[in-house]
């Protein structure tokens, strides 16, 4: 599931950097993909692509790519509870966050600041199947990009 800000800037070349950097945080594969965040329309499409999926190993494994540079809204927490809803209490779900695209990178990292501001909305979740990372690695030891 990739929210709408972020499938908006990626071109086609950008698809298998984001499937690769999928693979190597979780090991999973991409098997189907859904865009949310424009609306009540293609949230419940993005769910019914869950609802509906014929998952070859259950409980799904759900990757949600966000925009972290964006701060954690309720609309952003609470699209990630239906989807807890409809994927069912043990489904694996990541939490994937990008920072601010840019012409050259548009899967940048998050800066650290972003991402300690998205950990603590996650934490008080208390969903132990919900894993928070950022999609793409720091290019330097622990500084913010």
């Given at each position: 599931?990739?929210?709408?800000?972020?499938?908006?800037?990626l071109e086609p070349e950008d698809r298998p950097r984001l499937e690769e950097l999928l693979r190597s945080l979780s090991g999973w594969r991409v098997g189907a993909y859904a865009t949310?965040?424009?609306?009540?329309?293609?949230?419940?499409h993005a769910l019914a692509l869950l609802e509906e999926g014929d998952w070859q190993a259950p409980p799904p494994?759900?990757?949600?790519?966000?925009?972290?540079?964006?701060?954690?809204?309720?609309?952003?927490?609470?699209?990630?509870?239906?989807l807890r809803a409809v994927a069912g209490t043990e489904a694996q779900m990541l939490l994937a966050l990008v920072g601010d695209p840019e012409d050259e990178d548009r899967l940048p990292p998050l800066r650290?600041?972003?991402?300690?501001?998205?950990?603590?909305?996650?934490d008080q979740m208390?969903?132990?199947?919900?894993?928070?990372?950022?999609?793409?690695?720091?290019?330097?030891?622990?500084?913010?990009?």
């Open positions: 599931m990739v929210h709408v800000d972020v499938d908006d800037v949310f965040g424009a609306g009540s329309a293609m949230t419940m494994r759900i990757a949600v790519i966000q925009d972290g540079s964006q701060p954690p809204i309720t609309e952003n927490l609470l699209f990630l509870r239906e650290s600041f972003d991402f300690t501001d998205w950990q603590r909305k996650i208390a969903d132990p199947y919900l894993r928070l990372e950022m999609l793409a690695p720091s290019s330097e030891d622990g500084e913010e990009v």
